[in-house]
T-cell receptor, first 115, second 114 residues
Framework: GAVVSQHPSWVICKSGTSVKIECRSL??????MFWYRQFPKQSLMLMAT?????????EQGVEKDKFLINHASLTLSTLTVTSAHPEDSSFYIC???????????FGPGTRLTVT | GDSVTQMEGPVTLSEEAFLTINCTYT??????LFWYVQYPGEGLQLLLK?????DKGSNKGFEATYRKETTSFHLEKGSVQVSDSAVYFC?????????????FGAGTQVVVTP
């Protein structure tokens, strides 16, 4: 089946620094990818829709200047957490539907810890 | 707004026991309903889905029926195995909207002991 990877799987950074998380579709192209955030023992919350060749669409309440999304190619979307703070510590998950399918494939997630 | 509520875990069962995870939803309109499973260290995987009322989704011995009258989509398996230990997420989405915009429940951890 289709595979979505994320890198890194776990990152620790200091408060005030920026962190980039990559999401790749390994064997299919995706014009759209989605970024979710998951707090411990809570739901996945959709943060934004990443669109290849155009600006990302952010959900209400998500700071677009803090969570920068770039959909650089049909197989890669990146999420950059800028000026990270401890409250940004969370589990970030991306997903992508292949262009030829309505299935949704999820990455394994990236755990961000901001100290 | 749209929301999904599922029973809290962890749910601990012995092998071959019957599993039920309750899921109810609130939505304007008629969403598609999904169960996703997340095994340790892996991404979410689609377990089953139902796109309209009275549809039954099934996969790997798991079943769930889309009940519009009770706005529910409970997950069941008649005889669980240790390999079914995972976190299960109930979710809804509107395909006519933006595909991929899912509303997830909080997840239910299931632990199956030998």
């Amino acid at each position: 089946g289709a595979v979505v990877s994320q890198h890194p799987s776990w990152v620790i950074c200091k408060s005030g620094t920026s962190v980039k998380i990559e999401c790749r579709s390994l064997d299919f192209q995706a014009t759209t990818m989605f970024w979710y955030r998951q707090f411990p023992k809570q739901s996945l919350m959709l943060m934004a829709t990443s669109n290849e060749g155009s600006k990302a669409t952010y959900e209400q309440g998500v700071e677009k200047d803090k969570f920068l999304i770039n959909h650089a190619s049909l197989t890669l979307s990146t999420l950059t957490v800028t000026s990270a703070h401890p409250e940004d510590s969370s589990f970030y998950i991306c997903s992508a539907p292949p262009e030829t399918s309505y299935e949704q494939y999820f990455g394994p997630g990236t755990r961000l810890t901001v100290t | 707004g749209d929301s999904v509520t599922q029973m809290e875990g962890p749910v601990t069962l012995s092998e071959e026991a019957f599993l039920t995870i309750n899921c109810t939803y609130t939505a304007t309109g008629y969403p598609s309903l999904f169960w996703y499973v997340q095994y340790p260290g892996e991404g979410l995987q689609l377990l089953l889905k139902a796109t309209k009322a009275d549809d039954k989704g099934s996969n790997k011995g798991f079943e769930a029926t889309y009940r519009k009258e009770t706005t529910s989509f409970h997950l069941e398996k008649g005889s669980v195995q240790v390999s079914d230990s995972a976190v299960y997420f109930c979710a809804l989405s509107f395909p006519t909207d933006s595909w991929g915009k899912f509303q997830f429940g909080a997840g239910t951890q299931v632990v199956v002991t030998p």
